[in-house]
């Protein structure tokens, strides 16, 4: 599996990881370079891995997220898990903070990661992406993505099922509200799930609230909002779900000048502030 791979200039002992799937339409070196990972990365200390799909995979270079056997865990999924157990290898990586984040396609293949390969990820970073589990066909992919899954916990409980000792994994969902590609109601199933996988814990959903930020156009004097939900265990947010009004499908506070960025807030700032504060037991 091709991939791109930035350490910072003086690494040091024992770095954290964040494994970076980008979308459809989209390779390694844009997604690092719109959702600017790189710069955040080197004033942190962190190593960051950006795999590539093949051209050959898929025309579009889409992660095949909603197939059968990606979903128990093999093929790419099983290439993923192999090549971060290859760099860790490498690197001196702290084995307690592996990160998995992604967006769209990306997205959908980071939460499958994290789902089958519990030991390996301490938390994920989801950003404009489908719930879990609610098809098995390209067809029924694009079902999901606008309309969500009939049962978001049923593929969940089904899961625990076959691994009922797999631990709390916290994430952080990111979204926009006027995403078409990946409609909302995904984000609000995905907080679903994670409360699901999360039932170890006693969970305590905070009251939501709101952040300003920007202008809603140039010539308006209209702020627009993030609205934030979060899950705490023990005053430890563990899910944390950010709205952002006016965001469609792509990452918010990229380079706008590259596809699927857009301006906003800080997604990567904001995912990598919540994955610090978690590592793996």
């Known amino acids: 599996m091709y991939y791109r791979l930035f350490l910072p200039h003086a690494p040091g002992a024992d770095m954290p990881l964040i494994v970076m799937l980008h979308g459809c339409q989209q390779n390694a070196a844009e997604f690092a370079q719109g959702t600017s990972m790189n710069v955040h990365a080197a004033k942190r200390g962190c190593a960051m891995l950006y795999p590539e799909q093949s051209l050959r995979a898929h025309p579009q270079r889409c992660w095949k997220w909603y197939d059968k056997t990606l979903q128990n865990g093999e093929g790419d999924i099983a290439a993923l898990a192999a090549l971060i157990e290859d760099i860790t290898s490498i690197h001196a990586i702290d084995r307690q903070r592996i990160y998995v984040c992604g967006i769209s396609a990306g997205a959908a293949m980071a939460h499958i990661l994290a789902l089958t390969h519990p030991a390996l990820v301490a938390a994920v970073g989801l950003h404009s992406g489908p719930v879990f589990g609610g098809c098995n066909s390209a067809a029924g992919a694009y079902r999901v993505m606008q309309h969500g899954s009939r049962s978001p916990t049923a593929a969940m409980d089904?899961?625990?099922?076959?691994?009922?000792?797999?631990?709390?994994?916290?994430?952080?969902?990111?979204?926009?509200?006027?995403?078409?590609?990946?409609?909302?109601?995904?984000?609000?199933?995905?907080?679903?799930?994670?409360?699901?996988?999360?039932?170890?814990?006693?969970?305590?959903?905070?009251?939501?609230?709101?952040?300003?930020?920007?202008?809603?156009?140039?010539?308006?004097?209209?702020?627009r909002k993030m609205t934030i939900r979060d899950y705490t265990s023990d005053r430890k947010v563990m899910i944390r779900s950010v709205m952002i009004e006016g965001l469609g499908h792509a990452w918010s506070g990229g380079n706008d000048a590259l596809a699927f960025n857009a301006r906003g807030p800080d997604a990567s700032r904001l995912m990598l502030d919540f994955l610090a504060r978690h590592r793996m037991h």
């Open 158 to 223: 089904e899961l625990l099922n076959r691994f009922p000792r797999m631990q709390a994994t916290p994430a952080i969902l990111i979204g926009g509200d006027i995403d078409k590609i990946v409609r909302p109601i995904n984000q609000g199933q995905l907080a679903e799930q994670f409360v699901r996988l999360n039932r170890a814990l006693t969970l305590t959903v905070k009251p939501i609230r709101y952040k300003p930020f920007g202008r809603a156009l140039k010539n308006e004097p209209i702020r």
